[in-house]
C-alpha cells in the first residue's frame, strides 16, 4: 500500500519540494509516501471552473485503479493525529492505495470529491495548496510514527 499525495501544481517554490521530499524519505519501504503533480488547467477569463474541470479530469485519469481516495478540504473532517493514525492503520489492512487530493488555488473539482471516501480538513483556515502539500506530508509522517510506536510523535 503506497499513500499518495496528488496535487494539482508542477512549478511550487523548491522549499516546498524540499519539504514533503523530507518527510517522504522518511517513511521508509513499509509503506512510502509519493508525491504525484499533475498541471494546472489554464487561468483565463476570471472564470475558474474550466481548468478546475481540467485539473479535476488529470487527476482521476492518474488515480490508481481501485484507490481510496481523500479530497483535502477546508470543509471536511478534521482529525488529531491519533484519529488520522487510527485511520490509516485500518486502511493498512486493506492493501489499496491511498491517494490523498489536494486542489490548486481554485480547489478541487466536484469530480474528485465525488470519487472522495473521505473528505479531510487540514485546518479550518485556507491554506495555499503548495503549504498543504508539506502540512499533509507531515500528517501522514506522524500518524505512521504513532502506528510504528516511533517517538516523533510526543503527545
Do not use: N
Not at 38 to 61: C, F, H, N, S, Y
Not at 115 to 124: D, N
Request: proline letters at 6%; charged letters at 25%.
Amino acid at each position: 500500500m503506497r499513500l499518495i499525495l496528488l496535487a494539482a501544481g508542477t512549478r511550487l517554490p523548491r522549499w516546498v519540494d524540499e519539504g514533503v521530499q523530507e518527510y517522504a524519505r522518511r517513511f521508509g519501504r513499509d509503506h512510502p509516501l509519493e508525491l504525484h503533480e499533475i498541471a494546472l488547467g489554464r487561468r483565463t477569463g476570471g472564470d475558474p471552473r474550466q481548468a478546475v474541470a481540467k485539473e479535476g479530469a488529470r487527476m482521476l485519469a492518474v488515480m490508481p485503479p481501485g484507490a481510496y481516495v481523500v479530497a483535502l478540504q477546508v470543509d471536511g473532517r478534521a482529525l488529531s493525529s491519533e484519529q488520522l493514525a487510527q485511520f490509516l492503520d485500518s486502511r493498512m489492512h486493506d492493501t489499496r492505495d491511498i491517494v490523498f487530493c489536494i486542489g490548486g488555488p481554485d480547489g478541487l473539482a466536484p469530480e474528485v470529491d465525488a470519487r472522495a471516501r473521505m473528505k479531510w480538513s487540514l485546518s479550518a483556515l485556507t491554506l495555499p495548496h503548495a503549504l498543504a502539500r508539506v502540512i499533509a506530508a507531515e500528517a501522514l509522517y506522524r500518524a505512521v510514527s504513532i502506528i510504528k510506536g516511533h517517538p516523533y510523535h510526543r503527545a
